[in-house]
DNA sequence: GCCGTTTTCGGCCCGACTGTTTTCAGTCG
């Protein structure tokens, strides 16, 4: 049993129960253990040691319940409340402007039971005749079906990324001085994998004039919203995008609110409140009187903590560390001198050695590892030994003719199924840098064969260490604890692939192998130029993982690295 | 349903917007 099918489970539940209106704070407390478990390492294991209660959020009673889903894959109690509800309930209530009350009184009143059944009530007026709705709220409900045939459901962070950028440089070419400080928010400034829709936060006097300006953006295929403070709308069809739009004197409480996590406000807010202070979207309040605003640094500070960085606001410990002056100093893109994983034109790469060390030149690093993939990769050009040694020697050509930049010539070699190297270790001896990693066998004891990659003195980085691809395949099933524990022994490090969809190590595992010293190397898997600005993404998951510099082989200076790989060779 | 440096009972984050309403309920983030 996953983390993801109890977090499942319990957000189910809590839908169920908010849908047969029980009390609030219980339908809270639901949605609350969810999000807590979603961050604990493995929710089974904890079952199996009698430790759920350890969780956050989790008492006695949700002990209880799940203990029934570990046991029997069910819980009877929800089993009971889900005979009484809509058959496609959980569909319904993913309806925009269709909440737990509406869905209730379609289902008692008029037997509304799937989104087939509601998109015929709308059409022949019954819905409207029922109390309390009125022919906007109706219309409403209506444009909402049209959208849950096409909205993507959830966006990439590397979409996402890309799209703020594009809607932040058109307002700022378009808007003139009508605006001041613009900014992300959301889960997309906490670097988030997925994210659900986009925030953008700008600084105006003319909330109204910006906004109606937003909805101008060339690919707004539809206004979802438009009013003073706040425009939402929906690009392609598919990506919905909001912009928020404040004064001056409160962008850094909104700034704050609107980046979420939701756990982390809400925590914080608690924290406020008990020292007499209220925060809002506006400022922060003693009493009556506004104390701060402007800046999001006044918030923390004002709590006396320190300002926490966006990528660890998930309510993991970072608001008591902060009041501790505890935080991390986290790695920064800046940190980062080299990519040591990039493909070129040798195996599955579209530019040449000297087309790719160019573009790694422009983007400021002091040298790069080109590792192209061993001969068994045959989808993907892999190169045989002779190949190999053919691309090592035009390596070193080009490092003669460099003062300034240095190529290391790796390989990415593949972990057959047997656990061994695609190269022998006496061509493995000849390259100056090895990444391994699995493209295969996926069900073959990765664990071991990874551990084995390790053991090889030649190996310096395992490559996507858990091979999942996000949203299209589960990783494969890693002991994390062997593997963590055997980079330790072996000095090896364990990649964090900046790659949009693979983001792996993921943040949770960042997080566990920093916590053991385990080292990291954050890069992009380069196959093409566009893909060299991923690094961002690799660096903002690392951060989200509480990594810092020195947990990061590519942030050393060149004879740091080398004396790294000397002591683990 | 959870939880305790205000509490083992009685609280639990906060506000905007919308639409339907004679003062508020529902939804959302």
């Known amino acids: 049993m996953k983390n993801k099918d109890v977090v499942d489970i319990l957000l189910k539940f809590a839908d169920v129960l908010e849908f047969k209106g029980e009390a609030p704070f219980k339908v809270n407390a639901y949605r609350r253990a969810a999000w807590n478990i979603s961050d604990v390492e493995d929710v089974e294991k904890l079952w199996r040691e009698g430790r759920l209660g350890d969780v956050p959020g989790v008492g006695k009673a949700l002990v209880e319940k799940l203990d029934q889903f570990f046991r029997t894959g ?15 309930l959980f569909d319904l209530l993913s309806i925009q402007n269709f909440g737990p009350k509406t869905a209730a009184l379609a289902y008692k009143e008029l037997g509304v039971e799937t989104v087939d059944d509601l998109r015929a009530v709308v059409e022949d007026g019954r819905l409207a005749n029922l109390p309390g709705m009125g022919p906007k709220k109706v219309a409403n409900i209506k444009k909402s079906l049209e959208l849950f045939e096409t909205a993507q459901k959830s966006i990439s962070i590397g979409m996402a990324v890309e799209i703020v950028a594009e809607v932040i440089a058109w307002l700022q070419e378009n808007a003139g001085d009508k605006i001041g400080r613009i900014s992300p ?50 690009l392609d069809d598919r990506f919905q995008v909001d912009l928020r739009a404040v004064p001056a004197e409160s962008y850094g409480a909104a700034r704050q609110y609107f ?34 605003g402007e800046s999001e640094e006044r918030i923390y500070h004002a709590l006396d903590m320190d300002w926490i960085p966006p990528e660890l606001r998930e309510d993991r410990g970072e608001i008591e560390a902060a009041a501790e002056h505890a935080l991390p ?4 893109l800046d940190d980062i001198r080299a990519d040591l994983h990039a493909h070129t034109t040798n195996s599955d790469g579209q530019h040449t050695l000297e087309e790719l060390v160019g573009m790694m030149r422009r983007r400021g690093y002091a040298y790069m590892a080109v ?26 050509r080009l490092n003669a003719e460099m003062s ?31 990444v391994a990693s699995i493209h295969s066998a996926f069900k073959q004891d990765p664990t071991a064969r990874t551990i084995a990659a390790m053991e090889n003195r030649y190996v310096d980085v395992i490559g996507h260490p858990t091979g999942r691809l996000i949203s299209r395949r589960e990783g494969f099933v890693l002991d994390m604890d062997r593997v963590m524990e055997a980079a330790l022994r072996t000095g090896t490090a364990l990649e964090v692939n900046s790659f949009w969809d693979r983001l792996d190590l993921n943040d949770v595992n960042v997080r566990k192998a920093v916590s053991k010293g385990v080292k990291l190397s954050v890069n992009t898997d380069a ?3 566009r893909h060299l600005p991923m690094m961002a993404l690799g660096v903002g998951t690392a951060r989200r993982g509480w990594a810092r510099k020195q947990d990061v082989i590519n942030t050393f200076p060149l004879d740091e690295l080398r004396r790294w790989q000397k002591r683990n060779r």
Not at 76 to 86: G, I, K, T, Y
Not at 265 to 282: H, M
Not at 329 to 332: A, D, G, M, S
């Open 404 to 434: 300034d930049f240095t190529v290391l010539a790796g390989a990415e070699v593949d972990i057959l199924s047997d656990g061994a190297l695609d190269y022998s270790d006496d061509v493995l001896a000849q390259l100056d840098f090895v």
């Open 371 to 396: 590792c192209d993939h061993s001969k068994s990769v045959f989808y993907a050009n892999g190169m045989d030994e002779g190949r190999l040694l053919e691309a090592v020697e035009a390596i070193r």
């Open 259 to 292: 980046t979420g996590s939701k756990a982390h406000n809400v925590k914080l807010r608690e924290i406020a409140k008990k020292q007499g202070f209220k925060i809002n979207e506006y400022g922060i309040f003693k009493g009556e009187a506004k104390i701060g």
């Open 527 to 529: 196959h093409h130029q």
């Open 329 to 332: 100093e986290l790695l920064t």
């Open 74 to 88: 069910h819980i009877r109690q929800l089993d009971e409340h889900l005979e009484n509800v809509p058959k496609d």
């Open 185 to 234: 928010a959301g889960s997309v400034r906490r670097y988030k994998e997925t994210v659900h829709d986009i925030d953008v936060l700008v600084e105006t006097n003319d909330g109204e004039a910006v906004i109606e300006l937003f909805t101008q953006f060339p690919k707004v295929t539809r206004v979802l919203g438009a009013g003073a403070t706040k425009g939402s709308v929906l």
